[in-house]
């Protein structure tokens, strides 16, 4: 049972979803602008919000930009997009959002998506609890209750996926990690995203973390691992 925040123009769409969310034994609002969503966002403070990209007054990346803005508690988004939108799904997971549905999809489908990231959301509040909220190898420290990495002392910005590539890393050390591993366990998803995706994403991780980033080493041909 949560509480879970439609933003959505299509009117049609959004009473589909407010139904089916509630009949799903959810509480469930819907928005039909960006600027009403970032308000019933405050007022409600829902567990996960449903974002359609194409809002009539601002875009569905802006809203996520918003949501996240300043806010300590990590609220999971599924991003809801039209086909052909490569750029802005893109952009969306980027932005943090945890998972995405292209436009038209099954209700059941999206009801399942709702389910894996709440699932996925407690395990991590779980975790917390019994392994301790923080990793580390080397300089790097990650705190999965605050959702905070930081090299040597200093906070660095990472995306939601980023954050779940460096923790998946950082549970698993010096074992080889598969592309298609990573794909299954980080992103969740199998459709449409390639195996060159992983390599794109190890590459800003890296990037990020700086010399830190030297332990996620590539085992040429098979993936990565985590040296410590
Ligand atoms: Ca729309």
């Known amino acids: 049972m949560a509480r879970i925040l439609v933003i959505e123009d299509e009117q049609d769409l959004g009473s589909l979803l407010e139904y089916n969310l509630k009949a799903d034994?959810?509480?469930?609002?819907?928005?039909?602008?960006?600027?009403?969503?970032?308000?019933r966002y405050r007022a409600f403070k829902p567990d996960l919000v449903l974002l359609d990209l194409m809002l009539p007054d601002i875009s569905g990346s802006e809203v996520a930009r918003l949501i996240r803005e300043g806010e300590s508690r990590r609220v999971p988004i599924i991003m809801v997009t039209a086909r052909g939108e490569e750029t802005d799904r893109v952009k969306g997971l980027e932005l943090g959002a945890d998972d995405y549905v292209v436009k038209p999809f099954s209700v059941k489908e999206l009801l399942l998506r709702v389910r894996n990231v709440l699932r996925r959301q407690g395990d991590g509040a779980?975790?917390?609890?019994?392994?301790?909220?923080?990793?580390?190898?080397g300089e790097i420290m990650l705190d999965r209750e605050r959702h905070e990495v930081k090299v040597g002392g200093r906070a660095i910005v990472l995306t939601a996926l980023e954050f779940r590539l460096l923790k998946t890393f950082l549970e698993r050390p010096g074992r080889v990690q598969t592309r298609e591993t990573l794909l299954s366990d980080v992103w969740g998803i199998d459709a449409e995203i390639t195996t060159r995706t992983v390599d794109t994403h190890i590459k800003r991780l890296r990037e990020k973390l700086g010399s830190a980033g030297n332990v996620i080493e590539t085992i040429r041909g098979v993936g990565y691992k985590l040296v410590s």
């Open 25 to 39: 034994g959810h509480q469930t609002e819907v928005a039909r602008t960006g600027a009403a969503a970032i308000a």
């Open 126 to 137: 779980a975790e917390a609890a019994t392994q301790g909220a923080v990793s580390s190898s």
